[in-house]
């Protein structure tokens, strides 16, 4: 079936402007979630949504960042006023909504996108 | 508070060696998984193998097995038979009761020689 798919594939904008980054996660997973991954840097958490609410939104490095989902499917990633230090790739998981185990392990995997790479110029 | 450590920034393996990539965690949630992605250059995020907490033995996936050592609180990568097309940045990551998110360590480069 159809993996994790995001767009724009690549991104570059001018410092100031505002952006919008698209992720289409895998049919029938009620949870997503945004990474930002700097050049060969690890994954960094952003926010997380369980269908159309983000009951983790920790990750989100300021006010210039928000996210939503509709429809429990599709989400956008906006930056507002970007600066050259929100360039990085953004990745976007998806899972099935964790299922707790008997013995209370959390065993879904999450399966990301191939991310947007964003350059503020 | 999670955290996950891989304190090897690069390896080097000869081609059909194993290789073992570290990683330790930390965390106060008896109830935790532990996962392991590669990244190969083209970027993409590859799931390998998951580990549980009460989990009685340790993972296997193909090639990849897991060494659960939870006294420790490590939860090494361990690739057999290593291949050239191995070569990819290796990540450790955990959840917990406490965060739906993965918490990733900041990652292995392994190059596999010829």
């Known amino acids: 079936g159809a993996g994790v798919s995001q767009s724009p594939s690549n991104k570059v904008t001018e410092k100031g402007k505002d952006v919008e980054l698209r992720c289409d996660p895998i049919?029938?997973?009620?949870?997503l979630y945004w990474y930002r991954q700097s050049l060969g840097q690890g994954l960094e958490f952003l926010i997380y949504f369980q269908g159309n609410s983000a009951p983790d939104k920790s990750g989100l490095p300021s006010d210039r960042f928000s996210a939503e989902r509709t429809g429990g499917s599709v989400s956008t990633l906006t930056i507002q006023r970007t600066q050259q230090e929100d360039s990085a790739v953004y990745l976007c998981a998806s899972s099935l909504s964790p299922p707790r185990t008997t013995k209370g392990s959390y065993n879904s995997p999450l399966h990301f996108g191939n991310g947007t790479r964003l350059t503020v110029t | 508070a999670q955290k996950i450590t891989q304190t090897q920034p690069g390896m080097f393996v000869q081609e059909k060696e194993a290789v073992t990539l570290d990683c330790t965690y930390d965390?106060?949630?008896?109830?935790?998984?532990l996962f392991w992605y590669k990244q190969p250059s083209s970027g993409e995020m590859i799931f390998l193998i998951y580990?549980?907490?009460?989990?009685?033995q340790n993972a296997t996936e193909g090639r990849y097995s897991l060494n659960f050592q939870k006294a420790r609180k490590s939860a090494n990568l361990v690739i057999s038979a290593s291949q050239l097309g191995d070569s990819a940045m290796y990540f450790c990551a955990m959840r917990d009761t406490g965060r739906r998110a993965l918490t990733f360590g900041s990652g292995t480069r392994l190059q596999v020689q010829p």
């Open positions: 049919s029938g997973h009620t949870a």
């Open positions: 580990q549980g907490s009460y989990d009685q």
């Open positions: 965390t106060s949630d008896p109830s935790y998984g």
